[in-house]
């Protein structure tokens, strides 16, 4: 079945550092693959997307593109901000069996000042 | 454009009683999804619903958990007997008919916490 594997946290970052954040998936066919946030409390936000491959989706200089050689979608952000201090889910929608979601397991960003 | 809604956003329940768990889509949204998210988790999938049907439930556990979504009205998690284990985050999903990206768009949550 489908499946996204994300890198374990805690990741804990100085202000103005580049972030990585690693994610592979396994799926059939040509699923759709998203980065999602969680702050502290709160529901997930949809921070980007790609729906085929070589896709790049980008927000709120966040960046992640679509390798399906690869069946990667590695999160970046070249300066991060105390404010990106969240938890992050990597996720797939497939486009066959019912178009449930798959998450990670999340990893938790920490920026200190 | 409201967002997905759901309520409460916090419920209490001591073990043994029912917890009914609400969630309006979005406006013009058929596809309704409930996830679970256990402490320091990720989400797991539960249940897909589109308007009166049960599209997929093989995420949901096969005793004590009800998920509906009638043709008027909200969709309802339902968990009857609830036990310390059932205490967890419940996230609730929807989509429009035929979303090519299958982007689904997530309420806020209920915290149900089982004492």
């Known amino acids: 079945g489908n499946s996204v594997t994300q890198m374990e946290g805690p990741v804990t970052l100085s202000e103005e550092a580049f972030l990585t954040i690693n994610c592979t998936y396994t799926a059939t066919g040509y699923p759709s693959l998203f980065w999602y946030v969680q702050y502290p409390g709160e529901g997930l936000q949809l921070l980007l997307k790609?729906?085929?491959?070589?896709d790049k989706g980008s927000n709120k200089g966040f960046e992640a593109t679509y390798r399906k050689e690869t069946t990667s979608f590695h999160l970046e952000k070249g300066s991060v901000q105390v404010s990106d201090s969240a938890v992050y889910f990597c996720a797939l929608t497939g486009n066959t069996g019912g178009f449930k979601t798959i998450f990670g397991a999340g990893t938790r960003l920490f920026v200190k000042a | 454009n409201a967002g997905v809604m759901q309520n409460p956003r916090h419920l209490v329940r001591r073990r043994g009683q029912e917890a009914r768990l609400r969630c309006s889509p979005m406006?013009?949204?058929?596809?309704v999804y409930w996830y679970r998210q256990l402490p320091e988790e990720g989400l797991k999938f539960m249940v897909y619903l589109q308007k009166e049907n049960i599209i997929d439930e093989s995420g949901m556990p096969k005793e004590r958990f009800s998920a509906e979504f009638p043709k008027e009205g909200p969709s309802i998690l339902r968990i009857q007997q609830v036990v310390r284990g059932d205490s967890a985050a419940y996230f609730c999903?929807?989509?429009?008919?035929?979303?090519?990206?299958?982007?689904?768009?997530f309420g806020p949550g209920t915290r149900l916490t089982v004492l």
């Open positions: 406006k013009g949204h058929s596809h």
């Open positions: 999903a929807s989509s429009p008919p035929g979303a090519g990206d299958n982007e689904q768009f």
């Open positions: 790609a729906t085929k491959a070589d």
